[in-house]
């Protein structure tokens, strides 16, 4: 702890050591943790970690970011996947975030890829180049992210939604149906009443109670 805080104060290291030093020091500590629930939530120094990781956002450009920075940052917002304070970080700096964007696509871990592309819309209206960045994660492998990214389409109102919502329907899966009927309601499709029968006869719970929360609110 003591070497962390005197690294982490040393003036003659720059951010980028900084942030490494502590993403190392989160490493070291997740080995002797069980990865259940919100483990992530009780490391020691998140403090410090959300202080460097705004430090560097705010005071760098990412052309000048290392292939060891962008995956800390990357792994750096997968932790904190329960607070978000990272995520809201980056979309201060929303050129940045665009290019963490494209490199997050394929990274290994879906607790960074369905924050990517969550939270792309809350800088979609001044950057139109979000809706291709959340139209590729709809296509990830986690059906989670697909799900996150299917809703963020509908958020934005975008070209892709209906269809990308008519291809979540046809997975018949509970919670892709879900998103797939939000969507077609967010958009006002015209397609929402069909879908609106079928999940109301559906054999699945959550559906049925979804369909009738958008049936009450189209009054």
């Known amino acids: 702890m003591k070497e962390l805080h005197r690294i982490i104060h040393n003036a003659s290291k720059d951010i980028y050591t900084k942030l490494d030093v502590v993403v190392n020091d989160f490493w070291e500590w997740s080995k002797f943790q069980k990865h259940e629930y919100e483990w992530e939530t009780e490391y020691y120094n998140w403090a410090i970690l959300n202080t460097i990781f705004a430090e560097l956002i705010e005071t760098t450009e990412h052309t000048d970011w290392s292939r060891k920075t962008i995956n800390n940052l990357l792994y750096s917002i997968a932790r904190d996947h329960e607070c978000t304070i990272l995520i809201n970080k980056l979309c201060e700096k929303p050129i940045s975030f665009l290019f963490l964007a494209q490199e997050g696509l394929f990274y290994s871990d879906v607790d960074v890829r369905w924050q990517l592309a969550h939270y792309l819309t809350k800088i979609h209206a001044p950057y139109s180049e979000t809706e291709e960045l959340i139209y590729k994660f709809s296509a990830d492998s986690d059906e989670y992210v697909r799900r996150r990214a299917l809703l963020a ?18 997975t018949n899966l509970e919670y892709q149906r879900i998103a797939a009927l939000e969507v077609l309601y967010q958009i006002k499709s015209k397609k929402l009443e069909h879908y609106l029968k079928l999940a109301r006869n559906s054999n699945f719970k959550y559906l049925r109670s979804n369909a009738e929360r958008i049936i009450q609110e189209l009054g």
């Open 153 to 170: 389409l509908g958020y934005i109102k975008s070209k892709y939604a209906e269809e990308k919502a008519l291809m979540a329907w046809n």
